[in-house]
C-alpha cells in the first residue's frame, strides 16, 4: 500500500518538474525571442533593388569616407541637411509637449516651455508621440533609435554593464562617410560607442539625487560647440529631469523648472543655428527626442502607456501651413526614428530596422525624394523579410515568381504573408513607374507602400 503511495507520489514529482520545465521554457521564449538578423552593415545595395544572388562591390565598400559620401548623395538623391543635433531629454514623456487626446499639455506646462510651443504653433516643429517599446530603460531604448531595431528583454541584463553596439546603426553610417561628432551628457552614449566621438564630455547617471549638475554639466559647453563648425553629429543628453521624476514623480515642484530649462536649450540653439541656416555651416536639423516617459512616481521600464509615451519634435524642416500646429495624435513608433534620419541624411538604412519612415519629415521635400525615401525604406524592410520568409521568391527581382506574361499575377492582396507583401509590393512597383511617367496619383502609390510596410513590420 505504502509503495504504491510513494509510486504516486514519484510520478506526481516528475510531472510537476515536466510542466515547470515547459513553463519555463514558454516564459524564457516569450521574453528573449529569437528572431533571424542580419549581420553586416548596410552599404551601397541598399540603393539598389533587392536580389538573392546580389555580389558584393568590394570596390565600393572599401572607398574613403567622402567619397563613400558623395556616391550615397548621388544614389539617394535626398541630402538636404549637413548637420544633426540630436538632444535626448531623458524620461520626458511625449504628453508634457504634444498633450493628449487632441487637449493641449495643462497651462502650467504650456507656460513651462513657451519656445517650444511657439515652434509648434508657427508649424516650425513638427512633433510626435514616439511610442518606445518595453523596457523602458535608457540603452536599450538608445539603442532602438539608432539602429531601428527592438531588442529582446535581455538587453536589461546588460543595462549596468553597457557592451559596445556591434549591430548595425545610425553612428557607425555617419562615421562610414566622414562625419565628426561630440557628444555632451549621459556616458552610456560612450559605452554603446567607444571612440567614435572626436570630443565629449559624459556624465554619470549614477547620481539619482543629482538634478543641477547632470545638466549643467552638458550645457556648460553649449555655447562654445554651436560657434564651432567641426562637427556634423552634435548629441546632448539631459538626464535631469529624469532624476526630477525618480525623486518627486511627474508632478513634482522641479518639473516646471527643468522644462524651462529645457526650453532655455531649445531656444538658444534655434537661434543661433536653425533660425538662421545661411552662415555657411550647411543646414542643421535639430531633433529633439525623450528615451522614454514615466509613470505619475517617477519610475519607469514597465508597458504602460505613460512609460511608452516618448517623443520625437522635429525642428527646422520647412513644412507648409499649420497642418501639425493643433494638437493631433501623431503616433509612431520610436524605432521609425532611425529609417526617418538615415533617408533624410541620405545614408543606408540599417539592415536590421523594422521602423518606417515618419511620412510628415517629408512634407517638404519633393515627390520625387518622397517616393523615393519610401521606395528604399521598402527595399530594407524587403531584405530583411527574406531572412524570416523563406517563400520570398528573390532571383532576379523581389517576388519573380509572381510575376507573369500579363504582369503581375492577378491575384488579390491577401491569403498568406508572401502573397499579401509580394502583391503589394509588384502593385507599387507598376504604381511606381507609370508614376514617374507623371500617370498615376501619389497619394496611391504613397498609400500602397505604406500598406507595404504596415505588412512587412507586422509579419
Ligand atoms: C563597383 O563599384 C565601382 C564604383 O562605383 C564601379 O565602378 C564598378 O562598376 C562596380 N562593379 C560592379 C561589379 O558592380
Ligand atoms: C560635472 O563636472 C564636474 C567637473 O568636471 C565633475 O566634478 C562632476 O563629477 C560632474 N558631474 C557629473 C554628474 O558628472
Ligand atoms: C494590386 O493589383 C491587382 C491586379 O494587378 C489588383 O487585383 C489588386 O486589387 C491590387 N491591390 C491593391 C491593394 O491595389
Ligand atoms: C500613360 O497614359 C497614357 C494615356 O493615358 C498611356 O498611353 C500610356 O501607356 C501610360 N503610360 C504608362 C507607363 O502607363
Ligand atoms: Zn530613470
Known amino acids: 500500500m505504502s509503495s504504491l503511495t510513494c509510486a504516486k507520489l514519484i510520478l506526481f514529482s516528475i510531472a510537476g518538474v515536466v510542466i515547470q520545465i515547459i513553463g519555463l521554457s514558454l516564459f524564457v521564449y516569450g521574453f528573449f525571442p529569437v528572431k533571424p538578423a542580419l549581420s553586416g552593415i548596410s552599404g551601397t545595395e541598399s540603393f539598389r533593388v533587392?536580389?538573392?544572388?546580389?555580389?558584393?562591390?568590394?570596390?565600393?565598400?572599401?572607398?574613403?569616407?567622402?567619397?563613400?559620401?558623395?556616391?550615397?548623395?548621388?544614389?539617394?538623391?535626398?541630402?538636404?541637411?549637413?548637420?544633426?543635433?540630436?538632444?535626448?531629454?531623458?524620461?520626458?514623456?511625449?504628453?508634457?509637449?504634444?498633450?493628449?487626446?487632441?487637449?493641449?499639455?495643462?497651462?502650467?506646462?504650456?507656460?513651462?516651455?513657451?519656445y517650444t510651443q511657439s515652434l509648434l504653433a508657427n508649424g516650425v516643429a513638427i512633433g510626435y508621440h514616439a511610442k518606445a517599446a518595453p523596457p523602458t530603460v535608457t540603452m536599450p531604448r538608445l539603442k532602438a533609435m539608432v539602429s531601428g531595431a527592438i531588442g529582446g528583454f535581455l538587453d536589461v541584463a546588460f543595462n549596468f554593464n553597457t557592451q559596445a553596439l556591434l549591430d548595425d546603426n545610425l553612428l557607425g553610417q555617419f562615421f562610414s562617410v566622414g562625419w565628426k561628432m561630440v557628444m555632451l551628457g549621459d556616458e552610456t552614449w560612450l559605452k554603446l560607442f567607444p571612440g567614435l566621438f572626436m570630443r565629449h564630455d559624459g556624465v554619470s547617471s549614477f547620481f539619482v539625487k543629482d538634478t543641477v549638475q547632470v545638466d549643467h554639466n552638458v550645457s556648460r559647453h553649449l555655447g562654445d560647440e554651436l560657434s564651432r563648425d567641426d562637427w556634423h553629429l552634435l548629441i546632448l543628453h539631459y538626464l535631469g529631469l529624469d532624476h526630477v521624476g525618480h525623486i518627486g514623480g511627474r508632478n513634482s515642484i522641479l518639473m516646471a523648472p527643468k522644462l524651462l530649462e529645457m526650453d532655455e536649450v531649445v531656444k538658444m540653439i534655434h537661434t543661433s543655428i536653425i533660425a538662421n541656416q545661411d552662415n555657411g555651416q550647411g543646414r542643421t536639423l535639430l531633433v529633439v527626442v525623450s528615451?522614454?516617459?514615466?509613470?505619475?512616481?517617477?519610475?519607469?521600464?514597465?508597458?504602460?502607456?505613460?512609460?511608452?509615451?516618448?517623443?520625437?519634435?522635429?525642428?527646422?524642416?520647412?513644412?507648409?501651413?499649420?497642418?501639425?500646429a493643433s494638437y493631433t495624435v501623431n503616433t509612431v513608433y520610436q524605432v521609425d526614428i532611425a529609417p526617418t534620419l538615415a533617408l533624410i541624411f541620405g545614408v543606408p538604412?540599417?539592415?536590421?530596422n523594422v521602423g518606417v519612415l515618419i511620412l510628415g519629415t517629408f512634407d517638404s521635400f519633393t515627390d520625387e525624394q518622397h517616393l523615393k525615401a519610401l521606395e528604399l525604406n521598402s527595399w530594407q524592410l524587403f531584405r530583411l523579410l527574406q531572412a524570416q520568409l523563406p517563400g520570398l521568391?528573390?532571383?532576379?527581382?523581389?517576388?519573380?515568381?509572381?510575376?507573369?506574361?500579363?504582369?503581375?499575377?492577378?491575384?488579390?492582396?491577401?491569403?498568406?504573408?508572401?502573397?499579401?507583401?509580394?502583391?503589394?509590393?509588384?502593385?507599387?512597383?507598376?504604381?511606381?513607374?507609370?508614376?514617374?511617367?507623371?500617370?498615376?496619383?501619389?497619394?496611391?502609390?504613397t498609400y500602397l507602400l505604406l500598406e507595404l510596410q504596415q505588412c512587412c513590420c507586422h509579419a
Open 50 to 114: 533587392p536580389r538573392c544572388n546580389s555580389v558584393h562591390n568590394e570596390s565600393e565598400g572599401d572607398l574613403p569616407p567622402d567619397q563613400l559620401k558623395a556616391l550615397y548623395e548621388e544614389l539617394s538623391g535626398i541630402h538636404p541637411f549637413d548637420r544633426l543635433i540630436l538632444m535626448v531629454i531623458d524620461g520626458l514623456p511625449a504628453e508634457f509637449v504634444l498633450g493628449k487626446d487632441h487637449q493641449p499639455p495643462p497651462k502650467a506646462l504650456m507656460e513651462a516651455m513657451p
Open 349 to 352: 538604412i540599417p539592415k536590421n
Open 393 to 445: 521568391s528573390c532571383e532576379n527581382s523581389p517576388c519573380e515568381s509572381f510575376i507573369d506574361d500579363q504582369g503581375p499575377r492577378k491575384s488579390k492582396c491577401n491569403g498568406n504573408l508572401e502573397n499579401m507583401i509580394c502583391c503589394l509590393y509588384l502593385n507599387a512597383t507598376v504604381l511606381h513607374s507609370s508614376w514617374k511617367s507623371k500617370n498615376v496619383s501619389r497619394n496611391l502609390l
Open 291 to 324: 528615451d522614454h516617459g514615466m509613470t505619475d512616481n517617477g519610475n519607469h521600464g514597465g508597458s504602460s502607456y505613460d512609460e511608452t509615451d516618448s517623443l520625437a519634435l522635429f525642428i527646422g524642416l520647412k513644412n507648409h501651413g499649420s497642418e501639425h
